[in-house]
């Protein structure tokens, strides 16, 4: 009977029960974008950074834990060196990158030696591989995003770029020009970013790792640590970002729910003295109010998780290599109790309220 | 039952505080009221018969004086007590009606069932009554669907399906027309010959008061007259 209280009063008031639904589901979507695209970034950068198939990645000597595109500070003279005189390694390949709108970069790549190196990219449509100096090779996303075809020119690092092919996404950029140009133009002569190693066994990583930092200050990791490097939970704010938008979500809920419910009580201030006067407690009305909470905050997730489809839908139309969104299912209690508990919050000052309300003067209420 | 009453009252008294001025709404009833008795209780606004009507039926405390309903002693009951006796002990008439206007007419009387515990096996009897009130062919009707006599026989049912001792009615006909008016006032006749319902009825109409058989008068907070 309690069930059926609740859901005929949210029916008896569809445009307030909708409206509610609608707030509380905003930050439900807030939070399953903010860590679909979290994800999703992280997984993109995880799956070209694997695309590279090398086993060791070297990098400045500056360069920190967490992973980030600091300058190129590794002299390209390393990618020889590591290729002749380190012991186990089979191939080497050095990289530069420069940031243009975070998170995407341009990538600077030889290309026979990255053809050499991981078997070259799937092409999708154009010429195979970088010819002139001002050639550029883009992803399908980032064609998408920026409606880019074969054959168009782009402009971007102040230079326009000839777009001569469209590659799949998943192997190390998402943009790539030739090395020597993109050198050029950061002022880089001679500067790679990162060096990607391929040893003969895997097995020698350790070993690789020991002898390059016992004869070079450059850092070196395994590229096992540097995916785990791109996991969102090791990316710098990422966390503490979500907790605001968690934050704002439970205060959001307890708002949106506190003002309905208030509303609510206050509309049926006789309906409360009705039931009142069948012998209905304090603790009966609360637990009213409170279910109405309960449902509300559930049938805002519900819609909360459906607009996080369609704000899915128009990251991926509009904006697809920016912000690389994914649906995060596991998500979607945490963002349902973050908001259950604002919903619940926001209807006990209501709930108390009604359940103290006198029967007479509930009565009398016209 | 002390003494064989069911409502028994002395000097009942209670004050409302408006502001920082006392209002005496009850200035020392007595009152005796046996099972199976259907009373009227008449007077003039501001006599007191709401208050008293709402005392007996435990939605306010008295100030003052003993008040005993079915053997409970209401003055010394804490609001949870109040709210137990309103469960099974009293039934509630209002000239509003008073329906939840979300829920069928079924609903409505399903509600009070339900919070008063009771189990949601049909009841024969009961469904019967309903034949008798003329209202089962509209119980899946919300009040706004239902007329005025329709919802007020919904509201008698109501009031009686967990089988209380006393039935209070204030002002029962007050919204009706002569008909339905008519209708109520036999409907509620019935249900103290037939079931033996205790019954106290507030009323202006003196053509309602008459159905009653014993009419108490009121005024300024006092019984002035029992005839």
Not at chain 1, 74 to 96: D, F, L, R, S, W
Request: charged share 20%.
């Amino acid at each position: 009977m309690t069930a059926k209280l609740v859901l005929e009063n949210l029916k008896h008031k569809p445009m307030r029960s909708l409206l509610s639904f609608l707030l509380i589901g905003v930050p439900v979507t807030l939070i399953l974008t903010l860590v679909g695209v979290a994800r999703g970034m992280s997984e993109g950068s995880q799956q070209r950074a694997r695309g590279v198939t090398a086993d060791i990645m070297v990098r400045g000597s500056n360069a920190g834990n967490t992973f980030s595109f600091g300058s190129p500070a590794v002299p390209q003279a390393y990618v020889n060196y590591c290729e002749t005189k380190v012991p186990h390694v089979k191939m080497a390949m050095g990289v530069i990158n420069h940031a243009l709108d975070l998170p995407l970069f341009m990538t600077g790549i030889d290309q026979d030696q990255f053809n050499r190196f991981t078997g070259g990219f799937h092409y999708l449509a154009g010429q195979h591989g970088l010819r002139e100096p001002y050639d550029v090779l883009v992803d399908e996303l980032y064609a998408k995003q920026r409606k880019l075809q074969v054959g168009q020119t782009v402009r971007m690092v102040n230079q326009d770029w000839h777009v001569v092919g469209i590659i799949r996404s998943g192997k190390l950029a998402r943009i790539a020009v030739q090395l020597s140009v993109l050198q050029h133009l950061d002022s880089a002569d001679g500067m790679v970013s990162q060096i990607y190693l391929k040893l003969d066994d895997p097995a020698n990583s350790d070993a690789v790792i020991q002898y390059i930092e016992e004869h070079t200050s450059l850092k070196v990791n395994t590229m096992d640590e540097i995916v785990a490097m791109y996991d969102v939970n090791n990316i710098q704010g990422v966390t503490e970002f979500l907790y605001v938008v968690m934050g704002i979500g439970v205060i959001v809920g307890f708002a949106v729910v506190c003002l309905s419910m208030y509303m609510a009580v206050l509309q049926r201030t006789r309906e409360i003295g009705i039931l009142k006067s069948l012998g209905g407690s304090n603790s009966f009305i609360l637990r009213i109010i409170l279910a109405e909470a309960v449902v509300l905050g559930l049938g805002g997730t519900v819609l909360g998780i459906l607009m996080s489809y369609g704000a899915c839908w128009l990251i991926r139309t509009f904006v697809p290599a920016s912000l690389p969104m994914i649906i995060v299912p596991s998500w979607w209690p945490i963002a349902g109790a973050v908001t259950l508990v604002g919903a619940v919050l926001g209807a006990l000052y209501p709930g108390l309220s009604a359940a103290r309300h006198d029967p007479i003067e509930a009565l009398a209420y016209e | 039952m002390s003494d064989g009453y069911i409502i028994e009252t002395r000097d009942l008294r209670k004050t409302y505080h408006v502001g920082k001025v006392d209002v005496p709404a009850l200035r020392g009833v007595d009152l005796r009221v046996k099972p199976g008795e259907f009373l009227a209780i008449v007077g003039p606004s501001g006599s007191g018969k709401s208050t008293l009507f709402h005392i007996i039926g435990g939605l306010t405390p008295p100030t003052a004086g003993s008040v005993r309903v079915a053997d409970q002693d209401l003055a010394a009951l804490s609001e949870a007590g109040r709210t137990r006796l309103r469960k099974r002990t009293v039934g509630f008439v209002f000239q509003k009606f008073n329906l939840l206007p979300n829920l069928t007419a079924r609903d409505n009387i399903a509600v009070a069932r339900y919070i008063a515990g009771a189990d949601s096996k049909p009841d024969p009897k009961f469904d019967e009554l309903l034949q008798r009130l003329g209202i089962s062919h509209r119980l899946d009707h919300k009040p706004n669907s239902l007329s005025g006599g329709e919802q007020q026989r919904v509201a008698i049912a109501r009031s009686i399906v967990n089988h209380p001792a006393i039935l209070l009615a204030d002002e029962p006909t007050g919204n009706l027309d002569t008909e339905n008016s008519k209708a109520v006032l036999d409907i509620l006749r019935d249900l103290n010959e037939r079931m033996g319902q205790t019954i106290l009825m507030i009323t202006h109409n003196p053509e309602a008061a008459a159905v009653a058989y014993q009419t108490i008068h009121m005024l300024d907070g006092r019984i002035i007259e029992t005839t």
